[in-house]
T-cell receptor, first 114, second 115 residues
């Protein structure tokens, strides 16, 4: 069965620090990859997605992610975080033979200190 | 863009009663919607896939008689938690998509507290 792991449960950074959140999945076939963000008290929003092509994907709010197929990874990055980036971040994977369902990672809580 | 509306956003009910949660796609038709459950500090767990005009598909371990799903139209799916118990207290979220290449739009969630 598919599984998605996220390396860190809680990350605490100061403003302007660089961010990298790890995501690994366990599926050997073709996958579609997503990062979602959940701000406090709000619902999930799509940050970025990868389906094919350039493995470096740029999303909203200055986020980007890199798909490394050989490492089964899709890490999320941002060069300089802001206090407003404080949120829960979820990596999600949709596999080609798994229909429309997603498998979500456990989430990483990011706290950015002003 | 695609908008999914979920109602109510917060509900408290007595143990043994039933609660209905609605999920609507506001500006698109969704033949398939998904219901998730999120425990505190945990990720979303898929409960069931709701298919318009047919029976829902439940994930392993989810009681279909307890979590009744009805997808009667292309814009509305409902989740009814029957005979609710305190352990059913959780955050329930629905989602739908225009297509897998568009990602998924999530409702704002329903926080259910059973007392």
């Amino acid at each position: 069965a598919q599984s998605v792991s996220q390396h860190n449960h809680h990350v605490i950074l100061s403003e302007a620090a660089s961010l990298e959140l790890g995501c690994n999945y366990s599926y050997g076939g073709t996958v579609n990859l997503f990062w979602y963000v959940q701000y406090p008290g709000q619902h999930l929003q799509l940050l970025l997605k990868y389906f094919s092509g350039d493995p470096l994907v740029k999303g909203i709010k200055g986020f980007e992610a890199e798909f490394i197929k050989s490492k089964f990874s899709f890490n999320l990055r941002k060069p300089s975080v802001q206090w407003s980036d404080t949120a829960e971040y979820f990596c999600a994977v949709n596999a080609e033979n798994y229909g429309q369902n997603f498998v979500f990672g456990p989430g990483t809580r990011l706290s950015v200190l002003p | 863009g695609a908008v999914v509306s979920q109602h109510p956003s917060w509900v408290i009910c007595k143990s043994g009663t039933s609660v209905k949660i609605e999920c609507r796609s506001l500006d698109f038709q969704a033949t398939t919607m998904f219901w998730y459950r999120q425990f505190p500090k945990q990720s979303l767990m898929l409960m069931a896939t709701s298919n318009e005009g047919s029976k829902a598909t439940y994930e392993q371990g989810v009681e279909k008689d307890k979590f009744l799903i009805n997808h009667a139209s292309l814009t509305l799916s409902t989740l009814t938690v029957t005979s609710a118990h305190p352990e059913d207290s959780s955050f329930y979220i629905c989602s739908a998509s225009l297509g897998v290449f568009d990602g998924y739009t999530f409702g704002s969630g329903t926080r259910l507290t059973v007392v």
